[in-house]
Nanobody, 125 residues
Framework: QVQLVESGGGLVQAGGSLRLSCAAS????????MGWFRQAPGKEREFVTA????????AYADSVKGRFTISRDNAKTTVYLQMNSLKPEDTAVYYC??????????????????WGQGTQVTVSS
């Protein structure tokens, strides 16, 4: 298990940018595929993006392709989500997650075993 803490959420106008961070504890961070999910009010938690242990593989939901970028720094045990050209429909609680296994586009929340507490992102129109 790895413990995850997200930060960087906030309120931004449409078209703006935010950078989320997820700090992980534990010496085995580099063994994990890391992902970001989001959950809007009244909706199910959905896959946003994921990155492999060595950053060699990434996957994105179609709704964020070309606007969001996931990256990681294993030395700092941190994963990032750079969000550009934000839209009101990006408003959600964003969760960082970890799994032992490959990057799979469209992963389900049940595919990930460790979760952060979430950080709110609100995009105003």
């Amino acid at each position: 298990q790895v413990q995850l803490v997200e930060s960087g959420g906030g309120l931004v106008q449409a078209g703006g940018s935010l950078r989320l961070s997820c700090a992980a504890s534990g010496r085995t961070f580099s063994y994990y595929t890391m992902g970001w999910f989001r959950q809007a009010p009244g909706k199910e938690r959905e896959f946003v993006t994921a990155i492999s242990w060595n950053s060699g593989s990434t996957a994105y939901a179609d709704s964020v392709k070309g606007r969001f970028t996931i990256s990681r720094d294993n030395a700092k045990t941190t994963v990032y989500l750079q969000m550009n050209s934000l839209k009101p429909e990006d408003t959600a609680v964003y969760y960082c997650a970890a799994r032992r296994g490959p990057v799979v586009a469209g992963s389900l929340p049940s595919d990930f075993g460790s979760w952060g507490q979430g950080t709110q992102v609100t995009v105003s129109s």
